[in-house]
């Protein structure tokens, strides 16, 4: 297999310190009158009836904390969101499953839907799509400068692959460690997330084999963590790894001693503002995280941001707007999202 490599020098220019937030000022592109309610590429996603859609009163400014781009699995219809309204959205229908989702400095989007992997325009131009082969998935992407993305296609076996989406070629690809090589009932909970790190390595969480492994350029093993169900894990600017534990509900960020330096975990919150499980966290800028969960149905929240001594900044509980919240990228952060190191996402 072929492969090309980012130089010294390449990763250098992507690990640069994050300057302001280009993201901000492409929000009205999403907003002009050619952008259509519905792309060629969309289908209607399924209107659902949540159990609980909106409870009052809760800490924070409700959609109006933060501008993001939200996501999540069980409902794929993914939302622009700034100043507490909703600018634009896109829906790709029923069926499995939104678990990924970036914009880009050029304004594009780029996200997994599982049965493929896609970077649309705000007017819901599809500019580039990869079709997960039979028998395999795609949960997870990076953009890596705005010509290459990284994904990982569970299979038999998992591959790790950077593509360059300006000449369709495989640029890396790499066979991943499986609990089974052979039984296509596992490929599902393979992987949910993969991350390329400022230094030029590879940061795997290892879904169902409870594990989160760092690889060098040549996948040679540099860093192991052992945890139960890491559905996602980044690398913080401060060299720390955040990481989500699926089957705890928990959220810690270890060092690179695995020291565990800090954690939430629901029953550290006052009762009513627990979210019932998990799946990403976001570092903002502020020090503060945002632990994003699919809600149970309405029955808990979407979107709980804690500071570092695990007090309550905001709750988003709205169902009424949104559906579950699998992944959010807050828009503000500083920093251009497609250089690794730069987005704590």
């Known amino acids: 297999m072929r492969r090309i490599y980012l130089t010294v020098a390449a990763v250098s220019l992507l690990a640069a310190a994050p300057a302001k937030s280009p993201l901000m000022q492409l929000l009205d592109s999403f907003t002009t009158a050619d952008v259509p309610a519905m ?78 992997i896609a970077e649309i325009t705000p007017k819901k131009e599809v500019v580039w799509r990869y079709d997960a082969p039979a028998g395999t998935e795609i949960h997870a992407c990076q953009p ?44 599902h909970g393979q992987f949910r997330r993969v991350r390329y790190t400022a230094k030029g390595t590879f940061l795997v969480p290892f879904l169902d084999m409870n594990q989160v492994i760092e690889y060098d350029k040549h996948f040679k093993e540099l860093w192991r963590y052992e945890v139960k169900k890491p559905w996602a894990a980044i690398r913080l600017r401060n060299g720390n790894t955040l990481i989500t534990n699926e089957a705890d509900k928990l959220t810690l960020e270890v060092n690179a001693k695995k020291e565990t330096v800090w954690s939430v975990k629901p029953e550290d919150l006052p009762e009513q503002y627990r979210f019932i499980n998990t799946q990403t966290a976001t570092r903002l800028a502020n020090g503060n995280t945002i632990i994003c969960s699919r809600g149970g149905n309405g029955k808990g929240p979407q979107l709980v941001e804690v500071t570092r001594d695990k007090k309550v900044a905001w709750v988003l509980w709205d169902f009424d707007q949104l559906g579950p919240a699998t992944a959010v990228q807050i828009l503000d952060d500083p920093g251009i999202p497609e250089k690794p190191g730069q987005s704590e996402h």
Not at 84 to 108: A, C, F, H, P, R
Not at 144 to 155: E, P, S, T, W, Y
Not at 158 to 174: D, G, L, R
């Open 39 to 116: 792309g060629r590429a969309e289908t209607p996603v399924p209107p659902r009836k949540w159990e609980q859609p909106k409870l009052p009163q809760l800490p924070g400014n409700g959609l109006a904390q933060h501008p993001m781009l939200y996501i999540g699995e069980g409902h794929n219809q993914m939302y622009l969101i700034n100043n507490g309204k909703i600018l634009w959205t896109y829906q790709t229908g029923g069926g499995n499953e939104y678990d990924d989702v970036w914009m880009l400095s050029n304004g594009n989007i780029l996200f997994t839907r599982m049965q493929y």
């Open 144 to 187: 890596i400068g705005l010509d290459k993305v990284l994904f990982i296609q569970n299979g038999l076996p998992p591959k790790i692959i950077v593509m360059n989406i300006k000449t369709k070629a495989v640029e890396v690809q790499h066979d991943l460690p499986a609990r089974s090589t052979t039984d296509p009932k596992t490929v």
